[in-house]
T-cell receptor, first 110, second 112 residues
């Protein structure tokens, strides 16, 4: 039972590069979301999706795009990486109020 | 709006000490309450939860009681171990929604 799978686990980017963080879940959950974790700030919601074809912005969406073409996958795209996007990123899926997190992706933008 | 305030860290204790990490919340609706734990280099794991007033969540010796009158969900453990060293996050979900609102996290270090 894989649960929520994120890749890559570690990534270093140069300023201005683009990349995609992948997220997949095998629990058939409709709701998926992306958070970023920064020291002293807890986790903040970037984008979320309530089902295939539907996405919406969270608390800190600027600089990120998402799409949800299938129930299983919810990739997060960084359009033009900036040092302020250095963070740990968590994908999550949920059902009936219980949230399941991926193991995290550590991203450094230099 | 909805928000969560946690006891500021870092917290350092000796092994077998009693632990309390305070958490209070404000919510526009009736929330479910959660504690998540993040061990070094790992993701978030659900530690315990409570979905209605006076419910007590418990796991791995940790407990927290949903106190609606004080809007609190304090985490307690009677005798901590070195392996409990981690960052602890309090979080809420408003009923009918699926988005967690997190506190800022409390880093706990247990010394042998």
């Amino acid at each position: 039972n894989a649960g929520v799978t994120q890749t890559p686990k570690f990534q270093v980017l140069k300023t201005g590069q683009s990349m995609t963080l992948q997220c997949a879940q095998d629990m058939n959950h409709e709701y998926m979301s992306w958070y970023r974790q920064d020291p002293g700030m807890g986790l903040r919601l970037i984008h979320y999706s309530v089902g295939a074809g539907i996405t919406d912005q969270g608390e800190v969406p600027n600089g990120y795009n998402v799409s949800r073409s299938t129930t299983e996958d919810f990739p997060l795209r960084l359009l033009s990486a900036a040092p302020s996007q250095t963070s740990v990123y968590f994908c999550a899926s949920s059902y009936s109020g219980t949230i399941y997190f991926g193991e995290g992706s550590w991203l450094t933008v230099v | 709006g909805n928000s969560v305030t946690q006891m500021e860290g870092p917290v350092t204790l000796s092994e077998e000490a009693f632990l309390t990490i305070n958490c209070t919340y404000t919510a526009t609706g009736y929330p479910s309450l959660f504690w998540y734990v993040q061990y070094p280099g790992e993701g978030l794991q659900l530690l315990l939860k409570a979905t209605k007033a006076d419910d007590k969540g418990s796991n791995k010796g940790f407990e927290a009681t949903y106190r609606k009158e004080t809007t609190s969900f304090h985490l307690e453990k009677g005798s901590v171990q070195v392996s409990d060293s981690a960052v602890y996050f309090c979080a809420i979900i408003i009923q009918g929604a699926q988005k967690l609102v997190f506190g800022q996290g409390t880093r706990l270090t247990i010394n042998p």
